[in-house]
């Protein structure tokens, strides 16, 4: 399901990124209303860590990854992530609202979420979907710890979670975080769960004020965020 129509005006402009400023409290280049420039890679010097060996049922496999860089780029405009699913990089500068959406977000929105701390699910099961797959997810979130930054906003906001379906994705289920993935080939409980806990809340940004619903009231082109 998409957040509802009115969880947010639908301002692309000036309006809603000013306001998302003045909360953040901008200070120079290195906030989240400003342009960052690409930091260094994490530990390995441009390449990513090793992956952990495939463990339960869904074969789920965690892994580091150096961090791509943080720049504010025009919404829609293509960005190449060089990690499925996408875990750090440029992005744009709205965030996909904490919910559960049904269409694929593109991932220049809820890469920014990631920046913010957030865990994100995604999915790509074909045709014939996983239902039973979802389900599961998105009981893990309903049932994920509230988070005090979130509800103190008083924004109806429980946590920093968000699940989309991915098209690009190469497995079946997996998860994001801030220069973390994990990938499996079906949805783990536990791992899924054992990722969220390690993972969640470690972005460089810590913010909880909500998103936009960048399906539901967006006035995106289609194919936002393709390849040229």
Known sequence: MNAGPGSWPSSRGAAFVSAVGAALGLVGAVSCGGTVSRGAPAGDGGGSFAASAPVGACGAVTQQHAIEGATHVAICSYVDYQTLPPSSG???????????YDQPVPEGYWV???EHGA???SYNCGEAGCATDVAAAQQMMDQYPDDPLCTSGGEGIRHRLVMTPDPRLDVRFAASAWGWTLRAN?????AFL????????QGPEVLCANGEDVLGTSGDPPGCGAPP
Do not use: Q, R, S
């Not at 079906?186 to 536990?190: G, H, T």
């Not at 054992?194 to 809340?201: L, S, T």
């Open 119 to 121: 865990i994100v699910l």
């Open 112 to 114: 920014h979420d990631l």
């Open 90 to 100: 440029d992005h744009y500068p709205v965030w996909a609202a904490y919910v559960t």
């Open 186 to 190: 079906c949805f783990d409980p536990d």
């Open 194 to 201: 054992a990722f969220a806990k390690a993972h969640y809340g």
